[in-house]
């Protein structure tokens, strides 16, 4: 029947996407963009209430990160369409580390929040444009919503991890640097893992006449 024949295609798709290196390091960076966003959601209002910053601090920065990340996610959904969606990629991820690892670094104050809140909002979302769009590029758009959902099962997970993690982290050291220092970590790894993808398109195989 068609349904069976359209079950059967889908099967065949999910199959050759497990077996796709460029799916699974996909995969894999979009933990890592869970990772960042919602431990720094979850976790920066207590962050900046430890280091006794003003009580409007927390509020703002979460405001300023939602708008820059319109700004950053409509920059980088138009680059995907003129240049190397992969790379782009890896650049979002590698510079999450360093925006992390230079707000970490630098003395705490009300200008470096704002301007922690300003970058990363920047870089905040701009992945998912990139990501759903390399899905599609090499597996066509037929069974996109499904990959895509896969893709992003991964990047909840990553954000349950990192929202767990950093508050038994705090509840044990009384610190968030560990889990600083493991999002860093993790952006130079997902900025590694995407320059091997290869974004040429998989080719639909062609179903055998019935003899």
């Known amino acids: 029947s068609a349904r069976r024949e359209q079950a059967e295609s889908l099967l065949q798709t999910l199959n050759r996407a497990r077996r796709h290196s460029g799916y699974l390091y996909l995969t894999a960076g979009f933990y890592v963009c869970g990772f960042h966003v919602m431990f720094i959601m979850a976790h920066l209002p207590n962050y900046l209430f430890t280091l006794e910053m003003p009580s409007w601090l927390p509020g703002t920065a979460i405001s300023i990160i939602g708008i820059t990340n319109l700004m ?117 790894l997902a900025a590694l893992i995407h320059l091997p993808i290869n974004e040429t398109p998989l080719k639909t195989p062609v179903p055998q006449a019935a003899e």
């Open 72 to 188: 950053g996610t409509l920059l980088f959904g138009w680059l995907g369409d003129r240049y190397s969606k992969k790379y782009l990629l890896s650049i979002l991820y590698f510079l999450r580390s360093v925006v992390i690892a230079g707000f970490i670094s630098l003395p705490i104050s009300e200008l470096t929040v704002l301007a922690f809140s300003v970058c990363i909002g920047f870089l905040w979302l701009a992945t998912v444009p990139l990501t759903n769009g390399l899905v599609g590029q090499i597996f066509g758009i037929k069974y996109l919503a499904t990959l895509a959902g896969i893709v992003f099962a991964s990047h909840q997970l990553g954000s349950f991890t990192s929202i767990w993690i950093g508050g038994w982290i705090f509840d044990q050291t009384g610190s968030y640097d560990l889990v600083w220092q493991i999002s860093i970590g993790l952006g130079i």
